[in-house]
């Protein structure tokens, strides 16, 4: 399951940095990608 997870969260990220209209709240993304990683981590997900 992490790495379906990791997976879906890495086609975001991508899609969403090519976007430069969306360059601005890259910052925010990071930081809920990484909430949402370490949150499925602690759940055993």
Do not use: K, T
């Not at 209209?21 to 809920?32: M, T, Y």
Request: charged share 20%; glycine share 4%; net charge neutral.
């Amino acid at each position: 399951m992490p790495a379906q997870v990791a997976l879906v969260v890495i086609d975001m990220q991508e899609a969403y940095f090519q976007d430069p209209a969306l360059a601005s709240q890259r910052r925010v993304l990071s930081r809920r990608v990484n909430s949402a990683i370490g949150l499925a981590e602690l759940l055993g997900l």
